[in-house]
Each structure stands twice: as structure tokens, then as C-alpha cells.
């Protein structure tokens, strides 16, 4: 199968995608458009950004062909050697998992909108790209030799600026997306044998030398602990805009990553996440890239693919991605606690964890697991998770006295699960982690990962092993800790995002997107999208409390008494003041840091 990607209007965003099939041997062949990507686990149903299609034979005749399904289509091919298939594809929006295209540059992510013949899944696949004669590409594919000579990859070509890459199959070529450009910035290096490139497009001044220095430090501690490597070479390609935006999406040989605005690239809190979203995006690479569900062993394009082992995918992900960086000395001890404080902050404001379990909720991403949803429903895969795992890591180096740990259990799943071709189970998993810990894992799997049990108590001991604790303090906002709600400037208005349940607020009949019009005859306001109902909050402090609220458009007075204290707390991992030698031995062996 071969596709052939062009463009002639590049403000127009439409790319023009040429699929041909050789070898045709069916009086009819079924076209298939992926519904959803990997790495996302909803329907994203691509087929709605095609302006054009049409069939052709080798020689240029039209063919018959009828839609069927949403994103397949049915083509006569009876008495042709060749199929020919002719579409477009609208590409207008930059994050780590979409298609772009605009004077600048050609951003592709091949499983939006590469077409497929079903049975002909496994079949070698060649992707070539007519480009301007001075770009270069970003990718994570094998290049193939030229008519004339040459080699495609990261160098512009006398060629027409034609470059070609080879995939094995379909799924590597959807597993591969790729930016075009004349203004990329690249470097590359090694680490343990496995050469490692890092791109930027998008206006940005990269710090090359501090860069390498720490991507180095996770790498190679990520390595070191699974001790090989799915692929001989990686790429990080950034797609650096001027806007906020923070977004990743792993590939096996590749990772995209979406981050803004570019003037603060390499400065305080975005280069923190430009940090741990790299990290996190790595671990991809074994953890779901090779080591997966056996419900995607292999993926299906066409539907949903359900699983409810997204706290493993996700979950374990998010908490090496965090961990490995303060293992490695990325991160320090105040940064780690810092991202692992916004993990418990998520889990505890979330009181849909009462309601759905995390396993279930993995199951659910496919219904809503990307937006909001309704209040109080479900939990966070990656959230729940991060501290799902940091609980089975810390069950495994307790009952195996510190011998094993969880970094034992993702190596077992790589080299007895992915290096073999086999998905595992939910049951293969719960075996593993009780192999390494030599001790039933009943009670968490059932209370915590299929139950909806507190975490409280089970984290509590947890931090207790290594010499830590779960400490919950007041918020600086009065009305989340005394009124029980928590708000938000939207377009100007402040507006409810979220209601303790129970709470006064929640008695009084205040509810999630009201509008607070004012407070005690005081307007509420908004200015650099900040308001000032907290101020005012504050400054009533503990009096009687009347608001005006609008409910879809219908205004109301709400009266309620605050009770300081009672509601949203702040939740922390901190270190213990007073500790034993055994704890201490703990945080450093599961730290490998100082205490």
C-alpha cells in the first residue's frame, strides 16, 4: 500500500492524499478510515474533515464506490489491477494528536486520515511526501531509497523535494506522525546505544545544552530500569505555539508534544512541563506502545477497543513520568512533591472516586472520559492511577522487604508480554505485582482498583513506609474551605465549577455553572480574568452570606452560613518530623535520594 501526500494551497488547509492498492484480486474492496486514535480513547471519527473522495483504476478511470459506514466505503474493483483512491483531508488545528498544514509547515499524525484495506492490514506500507525543496522532516519511520538516489530522512532533497519512509505495516505508519518544515530546530544524541532526536517547530529558543543535560538524567534512568529499548532511535518532536497549550501523545519510535506559549519555553513552570510531559511520553514507549492490554493486542481502527486497565496504560505512565525525573535528579524533592501534590489534589476534589471505580472509569473513557462530564461521576485514570501505582509500589517493596518493587513488575510485563507479541489481562497484571510482593493483592485490587473504597487510609500508610505523611491544609479562599464551592472567570462572568457535596452551598441550592451576580449587595466582578469574589469572601468573612446567582438565566437570592474549616482542603505528601532509621532506608531505597 502506498501513499502519496501533497498539497497546492496551503492557507486553505486541505491536504491531498493519494492511496493506491496494487495487486487487487476482488470484484469489490472495502476502504476503512481509522474512527479514533491510539492514545485517546474516544471516537474522534476523522472521516468528518474529507471534503473530496473518489475511486480511479490504473488508468485514470472512475470506479464505483458506495459509502457504507461513517468512515468505509465500497468500491467496484472488479477487472483492475490497481486501486487508486483520490481524497483530501481538512487539517486546521495544532495539538500532539491532530493534522496540520499551512505555508510554514505540514504536521501529520497518519492515523487521522490514511485509509486502509482491512485484510491487507499487515502489508509493507510506503509513504512519500511531495514538499518544497527545502524542507526537512521530523519522523520516526525508516527512509527509502529514491528514484535517482538518496536518502529522505532529515535532509532536504534535489529531488522535487520528494521524500520517501517505509513501514512495515499499517500500524507502524499510523504509529509514525512527522512535521515538514524549513524551520525546524533539531539536535540528536546517544544514550546506552539508542540515538535520541529532539525537534522544535514554532517560535521558541531552545536551551540546548541544559536540555540535553536533563532529558539525558530520565533517559538513561529510564533505561536503566527496563534495561532495553523498544526501538535503535526516538524522536521528541514539539509543536511550540504561541498560545497555552499542553498536550502529549505517544508513539513507539516517537512522541508529539504540544506546548506554549514559546517565550517561556525554557523558564519555570512550562519548562517543568515541557519536562515531565517528555518523561511521561518516553515510558509511552514501553508502557502501552509494547506493553498492552490484550483488548489492543492488536488495535482495532474501526471501534471502540474497551479496556479497563487504563490506571496500568495511564496511571503507572503518570507516576514514572514524575518519579523518574526525581530519581534521576531532574526533579527535586520540592518539585516532585509539588506534581505528585496536584495528583492527591485532583483525586480528593473528585468525588465522582465514590461513585465509578478507576477501572470503570477506564472503561468509560470511550462515553466521556475527556470532558467534565456530569458532576461527581467518574474518576481520572491518570490521576487515580499515579496514586494507584504509588500504593502497589510501595505494597511490592513493603511485603518483599524492599527486594522488589513495581519497576520489577513493568519489567516482567515487557519481556515476557510485549517482547513476545501477548496482551495482558487484568488477571495477568494482579499475578505479576503478587509474584514480586509474595502476597495477595485481593484487598486493593477489589477496594481500590475495582472498588470505591477511600484512599485516605491506604495512602496514609503507604507515605508512612517511607517516612512520610498525607497532610490536608485550609486553601487561601475562604469560600472553598467555609462555603463549600469552588469558582472560575468565564467570559467575564464568575461561574460555579464545582460544589462540595454537603456543604452549606450545596444545602442552599447552589449548583455547577451558576453565575454569582454579587455578594451581600456587592457586584462581583472580573478584570484580567480574575475576580473578585474571593476578596469579598474573605472580607465578610464569617457573616451571614447573601448572594444573587443566575441559574440558566433566572436570577435568585441565596442566603447560607459559612462554616470555616469544613470543606476543600489542600492534600500534600510531606516528610515526617520525627522517623526511624527503617523509614529512612525506605525513602532512600525507593528515592534513591537523601532523606
Known sequence: MKYIISYSTPH???????????????????????AWRP?????????????????????????????????????????????????????????????????????????NCCVYVPERIKEECVLELKLAKDYIVAIGLAPSPLEGGGIAF????????????????????????????????????????VEFNIWFQGECKPDWSMLISDFIKFINEQLLMMKAFPCEAYHFIFQILPNKIYHGVEHTTSTVIALGPGYNLMKGELYDDLL???SHELFHAWNIKTIRPIEMQPYDYTKENYSKLGYVCE?????????????????????????????????FDNFGRFYLSV????????????????????????????????????????????????????RY??????????GYSETDYKGVVEHFANSPFDEVFNNYVNGTTDYQPILQDAMNYIGCELTFTLPSKFHEHAVGIKVQEVNGVCKVTAVYPGSVADIAGITINDDILSINNMQVKTDSSVTNFSEWCTYFGNIQLIFTIATNAIIKQITLQPEPNAYYKIAQMKKQTSVNEKQKNNFENWSKNNF
Open 413 to 422: 510485563l515487557y519481556t515476557e508480554f510485549a517482547l513476545k507479541n501477548k
Open 276 to 278: 515531565g510531559v517528555s
Open 154 to 193: 532529515g535532509k532536504p532533497m534535489a529531488t522535487e523535494g520528494v521524500r520517501s519512509f517505509i513501514a512495515k505495516d499499517f500500524h507502524e505508519l499510523v504509529d509514525s506522525p512527522f512535521v515538514a518544515s524549513n524551520n525546524l530546530q533539531h539536535t540528536k544524541f546517544v544514550c546506552n546505544r
Open 359 to 410: 477501572a470503570d472509569s477506564s472503561f468509560d473513557t470511550w462515553l466521556d472520559g475527556y470532558t467534565p462530564g456530569i458532576p461527581n461521576r467518574k474518576t481520572n485514570i491518570y490521576d487515580e492511577g499515579c496514586l494507584l501505582a504509588f500504593i502497589t509500589d510501595i505494597f511490592i517493596r513493603k511485603n518483599s522487604t524492599n527486594k522488589y518493587s513495581l519497576d520489577d513488575v513493568m
Open 12 to 34: 486553505h488547509h486541505y491536504i491531498d492524499i493519494e492511496f493506491i492498492a496494487d495487486k487487487i484480486t476482488q470484484s469489490e474492496t472495502l476502504i476503512q478510515l481509522p
Open 315 to 347: 496511571g503507572i505512565t503518570t507516576y514514572y513520568g514524575d518519579y523518574l525525573l526525581y530519581r534521576s535528579g531532574v526533579f527535586n524533592e520540592h518539585q516532585y512533591l509539588q506534581t505528585f501534590a496536584k495528583r492527591l489534589q485532583k483525586h
Open 39 to 111: 492514545g485517546r480513547y474516544e471516537l474522534a471519527n476523522f472521516a468528518k474533515n474529507i471534503q473530496k473522495w473518489a475511486a480511479f483504476d490504473e488508468k485514470g478511470n472512475a470506479l464505483k464506490f458506495q459509502k457504507i459506514t461513517k468512515d468505509c466505503w465500497k468500491v467496484q474493483t472488479k477487472g483492475i489491477l490497481e486501486l487508486h483512491i483520490k481524497y483530501n483531508y481538512y487539517g486546521a488545528e495544532i495539538n500532539a494528536g491532530s493534522t496540520y498544514l499551512d505555508a510554514t509547515h505540514l504536521y501529520m499524525n497518519p492515523v
